[in-house]
């Protein structure tokens, strides 16, 4: 285990953005995490796949590179499995993982950038499923006692790209392994979701299988998301808002095409990719960095963009949304 000065932190980041850890280790057991924890005086910055956040600055603080690996099956009947995944893994290397062992639960959520242990900080989601349907704990230690703690499902407070992790438990965990459950025959396919309708009539798939669900997602997010490893970006850069029904009822007058999804009878979720679109930004390009041209959510870095050109057009963006609709859009993404 060694801590090293002055690291760069653009390998380590999917918008390629170039920032530097004043201090930074690899770790790859659960007994170097205690013992760098033990020694440790400076501020504390966790690092998993650095899928889901924008750097603008150096990081003046030790930077924890959590490398944990492994996968273990922990209990299995006739029916269902409990496996175990060590925070490190890469998130779509064990959803094909799941595939190739016929697991099913979490086959919507293949190509998601990022890694096990961050996925449920988020509770990411995609295509009418999200981490938390498959989700039954996770470990985690506390960074300031070292005490290691289970944390079920309950306790993560999941909701949408939220759960404790983000909010009230912020930055005073460190998760190290995720617990699931996933069916090993008579799969629950979540095929509602038009897009994945569409894709599977494209590849004449008459009888859906998690395989070619898993496969029609990855079609989708090839043709909408840009792959991190051509193209900088975070996924999702902002989250979808939420708003009245009200507000939704006269936006209809001057919009009346603006999609929508009901929550409840006085909530409506609107498409922050429409709204961005709209407002003129989707394929739009300054210098180094812009908005995705397949996919408005989607704030790009063409090689060399900083993080504060990134987060300025970001502002820029919920600026003018204000504007024209009226609707705060909020960052999914975590502005470092
Ligand atoms: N739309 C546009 N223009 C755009 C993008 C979207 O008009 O540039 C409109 C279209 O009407 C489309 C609707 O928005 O029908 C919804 O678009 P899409 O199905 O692509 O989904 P999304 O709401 O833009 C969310 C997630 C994605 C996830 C997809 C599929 C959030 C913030 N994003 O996007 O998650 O893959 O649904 O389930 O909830 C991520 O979090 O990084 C991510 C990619």
């Not at 801590?3 to 920032?19: C, D, P, Y």
């Not at 490190?88 to 990022?114: A, D, K, Q, R």
């Not at 590849?203 to 840009?226: C, M, Y």
């Given at each position: 285990?060694?801590?090293?000065?002055?690291?760069?932190?653009?390998?380590?980041?999917?918008?390629?953005?170039?920032?530097?850890?004043?201090?930074?280790?690899?770790?790859?057991?659960?007994?170097?995490?205690?013992?760098?924890?033990?020694?440790?005086?400076?501020?504390?910055?966790?690092?998993?796949?650095?899928?889901?956040?924008?750097?603008?600055q150096n990081i003046d603080a030790l930077v924890l590179h959590i490398n944990l690996k492994g996968i273990e099956v922990i209990k299995e009947t006739v029916d269902m499995v409990s496996v175990k995944v060590m925070a490190g893994e890469n998130w779509h290397e064990f959803v094909l993982w799941c595939i190739e062992h016929n697991y099913g639960g979490i086959e919507n959520l293949s190509l998601i950038p990022g890694n096990v242990g961050t996925a449920p900080i988020q509770n990411i989601g995609a295509y009418g499923v999200e981490l938390k349907d498959a989700f039954i704990s996770c470990e985690a230690v506390n960074t300031k006692n070292l005490i290691?703690?289970?944390?079920?499902?309950?306790?993560?407070?999941?909701?949408?790209?939220?759960?404790?992790?983000?909010?009230?438990?912020?930055?005073?965990?460190?998760?190290?392994?995720?617990?699931?459950?996933?069916?090993?025959?008579?799969?629950?396919?979540?095929?509602?979701?038009?897009?994945?309708?569409?894709?599977?009539?494209?590849?004449?798939?008459?009888?859906?299988?998690?395989?070619?669900?898993?496969?029609?997602?990855?079609?989708?997010?090839?043709?909408?998301?840009?792959?991190?490893?051509?193209?900088?970006?975070?996924?999702?850069?902002?989250?979808?808002?939420?708003?009245?029904?009200?507000?939704?009822?006269?936006?209809?007058?001057?919009?009346?095409?603006?999609?929508?999804?009901?929550?409840?009878?006085?909530?409506?979720?609107?498409?922050?990719?429409?709204?961005?679109?709209?407002?003129?930004?989707?394929?739009?390009?300054?210098?180094?960095?812009?908005?995705?041209?397949?996919?408005?959510?989607?704030?790009?870095?063409?090689?060399?963009?900083?993080?504060?050109?990134?987060?300025?057009?970001?502002?820029?963006?919920?600026?003018?949304?204000?504007?024209?609709?009226?609707?705060?859009?909020?960052?999914?993404?975590?502005?470092?």
């Amino acid at each position: 285990m060694v801590i090293k000065q002055n690291v760069s932190l653009k390998a380590f980041n999917t918008f390629g953005i170039e920032a530097k850890a004043s201090s930074y280790c690899d770790i790859s057991t659960i007994d170097q995490l205690i013992r760098v924890l033990n020694g440790n005086k400076m501020p504390l910055f966790i690092l998993g796949g650095g899928s889901n956040m924008l750097l603008t600055q150096n990081i003046d603080a030790l930077v924890l590179h959590i490398n944990l690996k492994g996968i273990e099956v922990i209990k299995e009947t006739v029916d269902m499995v409990s496996v175990k995944v060590m925070a490190g893994e890469n998130w779509h290397e064990f959803v094909l993982w799941c595939i190739e062992h016929n697991y099913g639960g979490i086959e919507n959520l293949s190509l998601i950038p990022g890694n096990v242990g961050t996925a449920p900080i988020q509770n990411i989601g995609a295509y009418g499923v999200e981490l938390k349907d498959a989700f039954i704990s996770c470990e985690a230690v506390n960074t300031k006692n070292l005490i290691k703690k289970t944390f079920s499902k309950k306790d993560c407070k999941f909701g949408y790209r939220e759960s404790v992790f983000k909010q009230e438990l912020k930055g005073q965990y460190i998760i190290t392994s995720v617990n699931f459950e996933f069916t090993k025959h008579n799969h629950k396919l979540n095929v509602d979701y038009g897009a994945i309708k569409e894709q599977l009539k494209i590849s004449k798939v008459l009888k859906p299988t998690i395989k070619s669900i898993s496969n029609a997602v990855i079609a989708i997010r090839k043709s909408k998301l840009p792959d991190p490893a051509d193209i900088g970006n975070s996924g999702s850069f902002f989250k979808n808002p939420v708003i009245s029904s009200n507000q939704f009822e006269e936006l209809l007058t001057n919009f009346p095409n603006i999609p929508s999804y009901k929550i409840s009878d006085k909530k409506i979720k609107i498409p922050a990719g429409w709204l961005i679109e709209k407002a003129g930004f989707k394929g739009k390009r300054f210098d180094d960095y812009g908005v995705h041209n397949k996919q408005a959510l989607v704030l790009v870095n063409y090689g060399n963009a900083k993080g504060s050109d990134i987060l300025n057009l970001a502002q820029l963006i919920q600026q003018t949304v204000l504007q024209i609709f009226d609707i705060k859009i909020e960052t999914e993404v975590n502005i470092i």
